[in-house]
């Protein structure tokens, strides 16, 4: 109460000091128009009064003087007048008694200078304006009419000014103040206790309030950075709460402090670089503004929370038509914008390059030569040049970035980069390389279309180490290997010996990142009427497939098994919808292009036929969609389906089980895709069985509670103990054993 008490009377005294500072500055402002408006007045009226005085000055009269004098004196509401001659004498004046001020020597100059001049000056406690006028008429003697008046009348008006407009200004500052601390009450105070409250909670375990209420957005920077250390302090939280339960359980239980851990201890700090074809953050040009995005990709997806944790160089091909504004002189960029982690350098590529190089070699030779998907690859000699050349081009970089370290860590993704082992380990022997290859790798007769297979094998056993998703993979690849190239091979410990190097070919089964602390969380589930109703759609149930619109992931199969599944269960019409969400792939290339028009027709067709005004069977949103939008739909469907024809892993099946906090829910998914073999409670399906993917559906909105749930926790479980720190700990430890 006395903090409240002391609080206002300051607001008091500090509005009255306003008012008086205000009112002062009005109250000075208003004084000297009023003299300035009395001293135009007066000489007008002195203007009026010398057109008489000609004739006068010239041959006086007293009894014409005081007749004159007395009417202009009460006319014009003055004090007195006087009048002189040129010789400064007083012809005439008729001033009150008690005004004793009077002086003559101002008058000849007066007359000589020809000008009037104005003076005020204090008469026995009276304020008085005295206004000095010379009478110069032709053919008349000149003479000076000094006129008086009393402003004390200005004092007056003044004093009431100045009680009327400090009392205006005080109150209007008083209104202002009180609105302001009431704003300051409500919009500030009342919300940074919500803050404390909230904080509080946090501190205390209270997980009700795990998240900052959501009409503090409004204060910005401030709610933003405490949101991130309550993110962290809820981290820090979860992690030695999940260190404790590691410790009581003894699992070995990755998390990214751990692999941080684990990383130094093998690294010495080593400069640890990856290197893969598309970047984890891409800007681009939006209106005038430049805005940061992520690309659809699951190498991206799993990769990033390696960097994240570990730090590093990623250096990648730079796509975004933003991208060049956005780096340093060196190319480089800290990352993520939110909260820098590790350094990413990009590398540009030409047009022609990027036509190529990543469309031709790459995604019209290899990436159809991997997948065994019915579309014949196409190899040119020009994509084959530019492929040569741009392997060339990273090597270069990658170079650059090691050339003082003695034995770096080299991480190299995927397909685009079979040339950058070789290339780099004949300049940096003591490099420590592996490359892993995020596609499948097919038998040796399929492999050996390429024309330039053995180019592509000996620049991949450059690696100390060559990972795939799967033990198959591994291989079809070290047979390929034997087949094409005079080497030994050694199936007891899965190496390859070609002159003095040895490669180590071994499975990694890619992940991502989910720690227990993941698995205990559990988050409000989305109706589904709420997820549809922006689409007018509504139905019961829901399926949700993810997928980047190639010919690889069978959506075209997938869409013939819901409606196969629609024939055969007709109480589902208007009932069941499946949502696919389609990211555009690869559009310039024919085979993508016709597969999103096969897509695009295939969904219009059976919707067309299942025609409802309220309800679509296929609901495809061919749009790249962010984890924060398809998240809702993940957690909340009835199922997910993976109809993958050919997959290395297929992340989604695992970013679905992950979102499944609640242990419902059911994955239907593909035994082509690399993911089939971890996760087995899934519904394993054959896409290409058209009956077989339709009864799955109804075998998995018929599922009971009890076995979704126990199918759930072991898939659930399983990712937990092979997530992605997993995976990067169990290739860095290997990279490090290799001697």
């Given at each position: 109460?006395?903090?409240?008490?002391?609080?206002?009377?300051?607001v008091?005294?500090?509005?009255?000091?306003?008012?008086?500072?205000f009112?002062a500055f009005?109250?000075?402002?208003e004084?000297?128009?009023?003299?300035?408006?009395?001293?135009?007045?007066?000489?007008?009226?002195?203007?009026?009064?010398?057109?008489y005085?000609?004739?006068i000055?010239?041959?006086?009269?007293?009894?014409?003087l005081?007749r004159?004098?007395?009417?202009?004196?009460?006319?014009?509401?003055?004090?007195?007048l006087?009048?002189y001659?040129t010789?400064?004498?007083?012809?005439?004046?008729?001033?009150?008694?008690?005004?004793t001020?009077f002086?003559?020597a101002?008058?000849?100059?007066a007359?000589?200078?020809?000008?009037?001049y104005?003076?005020f000056?204090?008469?026995a406690?009276?304020?008085?304006f005295q206004?000095?006028?010379?009478?110069?008429k032709?053919?008349?003697?000149?003479?000076v009419?000094?006129?008086y008046?009393d402003?004390?009348?200005?004092?007056q008006?003044?004093?009431?000014?100045?009680?009327?407009?400090?009392i205006?200004?005080?109150l209007?500052?008083l209104?202002?103040a009180?609105?302001t601390l009431?704003?300051?009450?409500?919009?500030?105070?009342?919300q940074?206790?919500?803050?404390v409250n909230w904080m509080?909670?946090?501190r205390?375990?209270?997980?009700?309030?795990?998240?900052?209420?959501s009409n503090?957005?409004?204060?910005?920077?401030?709610?933003?950075?405490?949101?991130?250390?309550a993110?962290?302090?809820?981290?820090?939280?979860?992690?030695a709460?999940?260190e404790?339960?590691?410790?009581?359980?003894a699992e070995?239980?990755?998390t990214?402090?751990?692999?941080?851990?684990e990383?130094?201890?093998?690294?010495?700090?080593?400069?640890i670089?990856v290197?893969s074809?598309?970047?984890?953050?891409?800007?681009?040009?939006e209106?005038?503004?430049?805005?940061?995005?992520?690309?659809?990709?699951?190498?991206?997806?799993?990769?990033e929370p390696?960097?994240?944790?570990?730090?590093g160089?990623?250096?990648a091909s730079?796509m975004g038509?933003?991208?060049?504004?956005?780096?340093?002189?060196?190319?480089?960029?800290?990352?993520?914008?939110e909260?820098?982690?590790?350094?990413?350098?990009?590398?540009w590529?030409?047009?022609?390059?990027?036509d190529h190089?990543?469309?031709?070699f790459s995604?019209?030779?290899?990436?159809?030569?991997?997948h065994?998907a019915?579309t014949?690859?196409t190899?040119?000699?020009?994509?084959?040049?530019?492929?040569?050349?741009?392997?060339e081009?990273?090597?270069?970089?990658?170079?650059e970035e090691?050339?003082?370290?003695e034995?770096?860590?080299?991480?190299?993704?995927?397909?685009?980069f079979?040339?950058?082992?070789e290339?780099?380990?004949?300049?940096?022997?003591?490099?420590?390389?592996a490359?892993?290859?995020?596609i499948?790798?097919?038998?040796?007769?399929s492999?050996?279309?390429?024309?330039?297979?053995?180019?592509?094998l000996l620049?991949?056993?450059?690696?100390?180490?060559?990972?795939?998703?799967?033990?198959y993979?591994?291989?079809h690849?070290?047979?390929t290997?034997?087949?094409?190239?005079?080497?030994r091979?050694s199936?007891?410990?899965y190496?390859?010996?070609?002159?003095?190097?040895?490669?180590?070919?071994?499975?990694?089964?890619?992940?991502?990142?989910?720690?227990?602390?993941?698995?205990?969380?559990?988050?409000?589930?989305?109706?589904?009427?709420?997820?549809?109703?922006?689409?007018?759609?509504?139905?019961?149930?829901i399926?949700i497939?993810?997928?980047r619109?190639d010919?690889?992931k069978?959506?075209?199969?997938?869409?013939?098994a819901?409606?196969?599944?629609?024939e055969?269960?007709?109480?589902?019409i208007?009932?069941f919808?499946f949502?696919q969400?389609?990211?555009?792939?690869r559009?310039?290339l024919k085979d993508y292009?016709?597969?999103?028009?096969?897509?695009?027709a295939?969904?219009?067709?059976?919707?067309?036929?299942?025609k409802?005004?309220?309800?679509?069977?296929?609901?495809?949103?061919?749009?790249?969609?962010?984890?924060?939008e398809?998240?809702?739909?993940?957690?909340?469907?009835?199922f997910?389906?993976?109809?993958?024809?050919?997959?290395?892993?297929?992340?989604?099946?695992?970013?679905?089980?992950a979102?499944?906090d609640?242990?419902?829910g059911?994955?239907?998914l593909s035994r082509?895709?690399?993911?089939?073999q971890?996760?087995?409670?899934?519904?394993i399906?054959?896409?290409?069985?058209?009956?077989?993917a339709a009864?799955?559906?109804?075998e998995?909105?018929k599922?009971t509670?009890?076995?979704?749930?126990?199918?759930m926790?072991?898939m659930?479980?399983?990712?937990v103990?092979?997530?992605?720190?997993s995976?990067?700990?169990s290739?860095l430890?290997?990279?490090?054993?290799?001697?």
């Amino acid at each position: 109460m006395r903090n409240t008490l002391a609080f206002i009377l300051s607001v008091v005294l500090a509005v009255s000091l306003v008012a008086f500072g205000f009112t002062a500055f009005q109250v000075s402002a208003e004084r000297d128009r009023l003299l300035d408006e009395l001293e135009v007045l007066t000489a007008k009226r002195a203007d009026e009064i010398s057109g008489y005085l000609g004739t006068i000055i010239e041959k006086p009269g007293r009894q014409d003087l005081e007749r004159l004098a007395d009417s202009i004196k009460a006319r014009n509401g003055l004090l007195g007048l006087a009048l002189y001659n040129t010789g400064d004498s007083l012809l005439y004046n008729n001033l009150a008694t008690d005004l004793t001020y009077f002086s003559a020597a101002p008058v000849q100059e007066a007359i000589e200078k020809d000008s009037s001049y104005a003076v005020f000056f204090d008469n026995a406690g009276t304020r008085v304006f005295q206004y000095v006028r010379p009478v110069n008429k032709p053919d008349h003697s000149p003479g000076v009419l000094i006129l008086y008046s009393d402003i004390g009348y200005i004092d007056q008006l003044i004093s009431k000014f100045w009680l009327h407009s400090f009392i205006r200004w005080f109150l209007q500052a008083l209104l202002i103040a009180f609105v302001t601390l009431a704003l300051l009450r409500w919009g500030i105070f009342t919300q940074m206790n919500k803050i404390v409250n909230w904080m509080k909670a946090l501190r205390t375990g209270n997980t009700e309030h795990n998240t900052p209420p959501s009409n503090l957005r409004f204060l910005g920077p401030l709610h933003k950075e405490i949101e991130s250390i309550a993110i962290e302090m809820r981290l820090a939280k979860a992690s030695a709460e999940e260190e404790a339960r590691l410790r009581a359980t003894a699992e070995a239980i990755w998390t990214p402090e751990r692999l941080k851990a684990e990383m130094g201890s093998l690294l010495h700090d080593k400069k640890i670089i990856v290197v893969s074809n598309r970047e984890p953050y891409m800007h681009i040009h939006e209106g005038k503004t430049i805005k940061c995005i992520v690309p659809a990709s699951g190498m991206i997806t799993a990769m990033e929370p390696v960097l994240t944790a570990c730090g590093g160089i990623w250096i990648a091909s730079g796509m975004g038509d933003a991208d060049r504004e956005t780096v340093n002189t060196e190319n480089k960029i800290k990352v993520p914008p939110e909260e820098p982690k590790y350094t990413l350098k990009r590398v540009w590529l030409t047009k022609e390059e990027e036509d190529h190089y990543y469309y031709g070699f790459s995604n019209e030779g290899l990436w159809p030569l991997c997948h065994i998907a019915h579309t014949r690859p196409t190899f040119r000699k020009t994509d084959w040049l530019f492929y040569k050349k741009v392997n060339e081009d990273f090597a270069r970089a990658v170079l650059e970035e090691v050339k003082d370290e003695e034995n770096p860590y080299i991480l190299i993704q995927d397909f685009h980069f079979a040339l950058l082992p070789e290339l780099i380990k004949s300049k940096k022997p003591n490099a420590r390389i592996a490359i892993f290859w995020h596609i499948p790798w097919p038998n040796p007769e399929s492999f050996g279309i390429c024309p330039w297979q053995k180019e592509i094998l000996l620049g991949m056993l450059g690696a100390d180490l060559i990972g795939f998703h799967t033990q198959y993979h591994c291989n079809h690849f070290i047979e390929t290997v034997n087949e094409a190239l005079e080497s030994r091979v050694s199936w007891a410990n899965y190496s390859i010996k070609i002159g003095n190097r040895t490669s180590i070919v071994k499975p990694f089964p890619i992940s991502i990142a989910f720690t227990l602390k993941d698995f205990d969380n559990t988050t409000t589930k989305t109706a589904t009427d709420t997820l549809l109703t922006e689409h007018g759609i509504k139905s019961q149930y829901i399926g949700i497939g993810v997928d980047r619109i190639d010919y690889t992931k069978g959506i075209v199969e997938k869409f013939l098994a819901v409606e196969r599944f629609l024939e055969k269960n007709p109480s589902y019409i208007e009932q069941f919808t499946f949502v696919q969400i389609g990211a555009p792939s690869r559009t310039k290339l024919k085979d993508y292009s016709d597969t999103m028009a096969a897509v695009e027709a295939e969904a219009s067709r059976i919707n067309l036929r299942f025609k409802s005004k309220k309800w679509k069977a296929i609901l495809l949103l061919n749009r790249h969609h962010t984890h924060q939008e398809i998240y809702p739909l993940y957690s909340s469907a009835n199922f997910c389906m993976v109809t993958s024809l050919h997959d290395g892993m297929n992340l989604v099946a695992k970013e679905f089980v992950a979102s499944r906090d609640r242990n419902d829910g059911v994955l239907i998914l593909s035994r082509f895709a690399g993911a089939s073999q971890e996760l087995q409670s899934a519904i394993i399906i054959n896409p290409y069985d058209i009956e077989e993917a339709a009864d799955a559906i109804k075998e998995a909105l018929k599922m009971t509670p009890e076995a979704q749930s126990q199918r759930m926790k072991h898939m659930r479980m399983m990712i937990v103990r092979h997530n992605i720190y997993s995976w990067a700990a169990s290739i860095l430890r290997t990279m490090a054993s290799i001697n």
